[in-house]
């Protein structure tokens, strides 16, 4: 901490000390540099005294969490004997022991995570979960984002001081998928993945926008494959999340990494477009953005474009399970709060 | 966007109903966020004539009227003549003028969509006024409350006023984003276009738009320009022309009524018709005061506009009143002498067209849309001309642009051309066609369209279709910049078709199982064992503030550092997970008070964790997949139910872990291992927070590598995490698991009889018991009678009072015989045999 005031900073800087600290202790607080500082006060301007005052306590406190710090430091409770399963002279009514299973609970938007990949697995999908560090080639270049484009705009980016970035799409593992997935393409089989992970935006939160929420992204690369077969792929999934028909609309959008690139738009399943508090009466849900995958991403993968077609998908996670629930604020989930953790299964 | 839909039918015919246009729009062009019928607004309001207009008696600035309505209006007090009586404030009230009524029980158009504001019959000073006349603010046509709204047509008196001025109107809001590489839909005439498309009609784009219009000559060259582009390859085009007598005052009402209705405020007539241009065609424009342009200009010769890049120190005051300090990346337009606008984004206020404005120079430029774009974030200025400039025109427009607004120059100012086009234009590249088999469209659309239909489909938006062979060989139309490979082709023909009559069918493939992603199974597994032993599963943020990292006695240096975080709670990449269940032990604690009996809890959390100096084959920092676990009890819990330290409470944990997953690991004493740990970043920030002397390593069977920790924490922590006394977790590598057995171990059931017998040995205090169990497991298997199975359990560890250098260890053996009954004789005469043993090699005393 730094003071306004020279006098108070300099006896600050003095008493701060490690050693003196360590050799003196709590008579610190009682020296005579600490205490001379009050009779600076009487030579003071009536209008800083308080402030004057208001910085020799400050500092005061200062020195006692130092210390309090260091006498924490050094206690040391006595050596236990680790390997043993029990400490010394525990009644067996005392053990340790697991606590009732029905105070245990899974976190839902994890629950959901295994919902949705066991959906996918039995659609022959298989998964790769997505980086939470990664470079601006893959976060952007290999996607087909050129630099300084404005659809980069989209994407409130965490970036680090070395010039990595926190994807804030699980697209991020678009350009890995691909290329790992080329033998299989030469073997005759389709690349078919999800890919589940944390996503960040640097943005402002709310009980809506959380700076970290969860996607799940999916690739399907094959001979022939067309616009058709992602529309069903994708309504295929809905039905079974949802056990129910829906209806699903794409609407186009633009993302530089698929073309023609959408957004998918289902038919709400909770009203069955009645409309509801969940659609906000509109019968519609907004769920995420799909396409064919760019002829230029499957390139910078080594995929010969002319030859295989894909389309690929992300979807937020956090927002089916709001959803799901009726949970009325996202930072609830990161918040660990027992009382909300233990409301699921 | 807004998008007007009467604008949008001077160019094209609408045969759908709205509500079938907003659905074809939203799945044929993008989504339609929203929609507003202007007509609700403007019903009941007339155009009226103003028969007579006398002072009122009471008051100065009020006169008393008396109107014309054509008699539309019923149940109203009429003079003899059948005229309506309005009291009207407004300075430019006069008898014989047309003007706006607003009638009795009709709402002021201003207040719609706030607090509707019902106008009735009432006195003012005496002099009834029913209704009254209203001024462009009271119309929400624009800001300008001095006067009444000018009826600039010849109209009946009575006319409906959203008749005669377009404002039966729906306005319907697209999203931006779906026309980032659209430009000429941030135009009327482009969405007019593709309207036209979607209803499978055939759009002719207006005479004036051709890529080499009719060039108007000047009318004399008063005001001669000249252009000096020094960065053509930022700026391909930049056409110019000067206007003289230029007669500045409020646009038409007309072109007022189109621009209010898209959501642009009128100014004044010249920058009206920018906006206008602007609106129609995505084409930003700007007008200067070309007096004060020549002003700025040193040299006499001519008024010379130059296009560079900034100077440095060089700052600007804008449009807007803000003066900004330029940067060397910024494209300025500029006289000989200083910078009078930033290019593609905001005019200077130096230039500016005011009301004493004579002459103009007009602007219709081409920049590059990156550079654009940095110099908007850069400065934080984000106008209609950016978001169009930054979607990249076309360069090839703004001829025909420059000449449609020179004549509207003159139609709506009187100001007359006077100086030639300027045209400096480094865009020489013709459009590229390309071609294509129609196959390759109907592969990835999973149609069968033929050649024809794809030609039809394309030439409805004017693209240049050549189907002459049994390849397509098609050209698009000058405005589109976004088309430049086959695939851009599939895009256009597949959304103009609609997508949503594409035939849905899923994919077909091989039967092969897919093969599961062992992690994420490891995952689930984890989070199975531990939530049905009572412990909840929390997540929490992958960055940290640096406080949470000093207060577990982590080394934010060894942090990845985000460098542009909104919040200070998200500085860092967390080093370990541990520290993010430390930080919501005590607000659970003491949310838990008084709730139940026992204030306790188990929480865990499996993620990953990072820090800057490991790097992975990528070279990108490795992602640490690890879980941590903590266990918490408040004191007057854990004194009721648990006696001894809180360690061996997360010890049963980790080991109900790993039994779960048919593992098993080493536990010994982080003292041990912290050589080994001080040189591995990672390790060495996951044990911080933990105390050394009431911890253990977690150490692989396979290799003795550290694996993760599991131990109660430091006092320090405990303090300034507020943790209850009882507390301790475990934090471990997840890769441990990837070896995890699928299959149980199991060993065949004894037909015969067990026997039990206990042995307590008495041993140093400071011996591990894993030493000791060790060594009675391993001389118990030596020397067991053959065909036999046992086990060995831990009855009791027990410490005399008086014999604080040694414990008491009680361990019960169970063994059988598959082949016959075993005597108690000869379990006793093994177990003293052992004893006897443990003696010798360990000093233990049996007692």
């Known amino acids: 901490m730094d003071y306004k005031y020279s006098q108070i900073q300099e006896v600050a800087s003095k008493l701060k000390d490690p050693e003196l600290l360590k050799t003196k202790g709590r008579a610190i607080l009682r020296s005579p540099e600490l205490n001379g500082l009050f009779s600076h006060l009487k030579e003071m301007d009536a209008n800083n005294r308080a402030e004057f005052g208001k910085e020799i306590n400050n500092l005061k406190t200062e020195l006692t969490e130092i210390l309090d710090n260091m006498e924490n ?64 080639f893959h976060m952007f270049e290999s996607l087909n ?139 519609w849900i907004e769920l995420g953005g799909c396409g064919m995958i760019h002829p230029n991403v499957l390139k910078m993968a080594g995929i010969d474009s002319d030859i295989y077609t894909g389309f690929a998908w992300g979807f937020g996670v956090d927002r089916l399970v709001m959803m799901k629930h009726g949970i009325e604020d996202i930072r609830h989930f990161m918040a660990g709060k027992l009382e909300f953790l233990r409301q699921f299964s | ?144 409350h001095e006067g009444l709204l000018d009826v600039d047509m010849r109209v009946q008196p009575g006319s409906s006023f959203s008749d005669v001025y377009k404002l039966d109107d729906c306005i319907i809001e697209l999203e931006n984003k779906m026309f980032t590489h659209r430009p000429d839909c941030f135009g009327i005439l482009g969405i007019a276009r593709e309207i036209s498309g979607i209803q499978d009609q055939v759009f002719e784009s207006p005479d004036w738009y051709h890529e080499v219009p009719n060039i108007p000559l000047p009318k004399n060259e008063n005001l001669k320009i000249n252009v000096d582009n020094q960065i053509q390859d930022l700026v391909p085009r930049f056409v110019a022309v000067s206007i003289e007598n230029v007669n500045i005052m409020p646009s038409p009402t007309m072109v007022q009524s189109y621009l209010m209705r898209v959501g642009i405020r009128p100014i004044n007539n010249i920058v009206d018709a920018t906006n206008y241009m602007m609106i129609l065609t995505g084409q930003p424009m700007h007008a200067y005061d070309y007096d004060k342009v020549k002003a700025l200009c040193e040299s006499d010769e001519s008024t010379t506009l130059v296009i560079r890049k900034a100077n440095k120190d060089e700052k600007l005051s804008l449009l807007s009143g803000k003066e900004i300090q330029l940067k060397h990346s910024d494209i300025v337009i500029a006289t000989d002498t200083q910078a009078i606008g930033l290019a593609g984004i905001m005019g200077g206020s130096s230039t500016e067209v005011d009301e004493n404005t004579k002459n103009i120079i007009l602007e219709c430029a081409t920049f590059d849309m990156y550079k654009i774009r940095r110099s908007s974030m850069e400065h934080g200025i984000f106008s209609d001309a950016v978001t169009r400039f930054t979607k990249g025109q076309s360069p090839r427009q703004n001829m025909a642009i420059t000449a449609r607004a020179i004549k509207l120059m003159e139609d709506i100012s009187g100001g007359i051309q006077s100086s030639s086009v300027v045209d400096d234009s480094h865009t020489n590249k013709d459009m590229v066609s390309i071609t294509f088999n129609p196959d390759f469209v109907n592969q990835r659309l999973g149609t069968s369209l033929t050649k024809e239909d794809m030609s039809r489909i394309l030439n409805n938006v004017e693209f240049i279709v050549d189907a002459n062979s049994d390849e397509l060989s098609v050209t698009p139309p000058f405005w589109r910049t976004d088309i430049e490979i086959k695939e851009d082709l599939v895009e256009e023909i597949g959304r103009l078709f609609g997508y949503f009559k594409l035939k849905r069918e899923l994919p077909t493939r091989k039967i092969s199982p897919a093969v599961k992603n062992i992690q994420l199974e490891i995952n689930s597994s984890l989070r199975k064992s531990l939530s049905s032993a009572g412990a909840n599963e929390m997540i929490s943020s992958t960055f940290v503030h640096g406080d949470l990292l000093s207060k577990a006695k982590q080394d934010s240096k060894m942090c ?38 026992d204030n306790e809890f188990a929480i865990f959390e499996i993620g990953k964790s990072h820090n800057s100096l490991d790097l992975d084959d990528e070279k990108l920092p490795v992602e640490y997949r690890t879980m941590s676990f903590l266990f918490a009890a408040d004191n007057k819990t854990a004194k009721r139910k648990y006696d001894g330290a809180a360690y061996y409470q997360s010890k049963k944990y980790l080991s109900h872990t790993i039994k779960e997953n048919n593992l098993e690991v080493r536990l010994v004493p982080l003292g041990t291992m912290t050589e080994k740990i001080q040189d591995n970043t990672r390790l060495s920030q996951m044990i911080a927070p933990y105390e050394v002397n009431r911890s253990a390593a977690v150490l692989s069977l396979e290799n003795n590598e550290v694996l993760g920790i599991v131990g109660e924490f430091k006092q320090s922590v405990i303090k300034t995490f507020k943790l209850p006394n009882f507390s301790a977790g475990f934090e471990i590598d997840l890769n441990l698991f990837n070896n995890k057995q699928n299959i149980s171990k199991y060993v065949p059931l004894p037909k015969f009889p067990k026997i039990n017998q206990d042995i307590c040995l008495r041993v140093d205090y400071s011996m591990n018991y894993s030493t000791l169990f060790e060594f009675i497991w391993d001389e118990l298997s030596q020397n067991k ?60 005393e049996r007692v």
Request: aromatic share 8%; charged share 25%.
């Open chain 1, 73 to 136: 430091e050094s206690i040391q409770l006595d050596p236990i004997d680790v390997t043993a399963p029990i400490d010394k002279n525990v009644a067996s009514d005392k053990h340790p022991r697991l606590l009732n299973s029905s105070h245990g609970s899974k976190h839902p938007l994890m629950t959901e995570l295994d919902n949705i990949l066991d959906i996918f697995y039995r659609m022959g999908f298989t998964a790769l979960e997505s980086r939470q560090v990664d470079d601006d």
């Open chain 2, 1 to 144: 966007m807004k998008v007007s839909l009467n604008w949008i039918k001077d160019f094209t015919a609408v045969d759908l109903s709205n509500e079938e246009l907003i659905g074809r729009l939203s799945s044929q062009l993008g989504a339609v966020e929203g929609v507003e019928y202007l007509g609700n607004k403007y019903r009941d309001i007339l155009i009226v004539r103003v028969v007579e207009c006398t002072k009122h008696e009471d008051a100065d600035k009020l006169n008393v009227c008396k109107i014309d309505d054509g008699g539309k209006v019923q149940d109203i007090e009429r003079d003899d003549n059948g005229l309506i009586q309005v009291v009207c404030g407004a300075p430019n009230v006069r008898a014989e003028m047309l003007a706006v009524w607003i009638p009795p029980k009709a709402t002021v158009p201003s207040s719609f969509d706030k607090e509707p504001f019902v106008l009735e019959s009432r006195e003012l000073r005496g002099k009834v006024s029913n209704g009254m006349l209203a001024s462009p603010k009271e119309l929400a046509f624009s800001e300008s």
């Open chain 1, 145 to 283: 984002f050129p630099e300084d484009h404005p659809a980069r705009d989209d994407y409130d980016t965490f970036m680090t001081t070395t010039g990595l970035i926190a994807p804030a799409h699980t697209s991020t593992m678009q350009n890995r998928v691909l290329v790992d997935g080329k033998k299989l393409l030469d073997e005759g089989s389709p690349i078919a993945s999800v890919l589940p992970g944390r996503v960040f935006r640097n943005e402002d939160v709310d009980a809506r926008h959380g700076h970290t929420f969860y996607q799940v992204e999916g690739i399907y690369v094959d001979k022939g494959i067309n616009t058709g077969h992602l529309i069903s792929t994708f309504k295929t999934f809905l039905e079974e999340y949802y056990s129910q028909e829906m209806e699903l609309i794409l609407q186009p959008f633009y993302f530089p990494f698929t073309e023609p690139s959408f957004e998918f738009v289902l038919s709400c399943p909770f009203c069955q477009k009645n409309g509801c508090n969940v659609c906000s009466y509109s019968g």
């Open chain 2, 560 to 597: 990845l550092q985000i460098a542009n975080a909104l919040s200070p709670d998200l500085q860092y990449y967390r080093l370990s997970l541990t520290p993010s269940l430390l930080d919501v032990v005590y607000s659970n604690i003491r949310s838990n008070q008084g709730v139940t009996e």
């Open chain 2, 785 to 844: 009678p053959k065909d036999t199975f046992f086990n060995l359990n831990l009855v009791d560890i027990f410490q005399k009072e008086n014999d604080e250098g040694h414990k008491q260890i009680t361990l019960r053996l169970i063994i059988s015989a598959y082949d016959r009954t075993l005597t108690t004789d000869l379990v006793s005469d093994l177990l003293n045999q052992v004893a006897n043993k443990a003696n010798e090699s360990l000093g233990a």
